[in-house]
């Protein structure tokens, strides 16, 4: 079983967007993701993924 894994220190590194365009490019190809933010006050992911379902963005995950 394949697992990546996104971690870096708190700093604008690009950890976000990293893993968001990874997350989408391996659901595209069939694979099962999950994601999630440490930082609960900034919660990037999250609000990502909102605007993908608001929008009808597909793939959701």
Same mark, same amino acid.
Request: hydrophobic share 40%; proline share 2%.
């Given at each position: 079983?394949?697992?990546?894994a996104? !971690?870096?220190?708190?700093?604008?590194?690009?950890?976000?967007? !990293?893993? %968001? &365009? !990874?997350?989408?490019r !391996?659901?595209? +190809?069939?694979?099962?993701? #999950?994601?999630?933010? &440490?930082?609960?006050? $900034?919660a990037?992911? #999250? +609000?990502?993924? $909102? %605007?993908?379902?608001?929008?009808?963005?597909?793939?959701?995950?």
């Open positions: 079983m394949l697992k990546i996104v !971690l870096a220190g708190k700093g604008g590194v690009k950890k976000s967007s !990293l893993s %968001r &365009t !990874l997350a989408t !391996l659901v595209a +190809r069939g694979f099962n993701t #999950a994601g999630f933010d &440490t930082d609960v006050d $900034q990037s992911f #999250a +609000r990502w993924m $909102q %605007r993908r379902v608001n929008n009808g963005i597909e793939p959701t995950f």
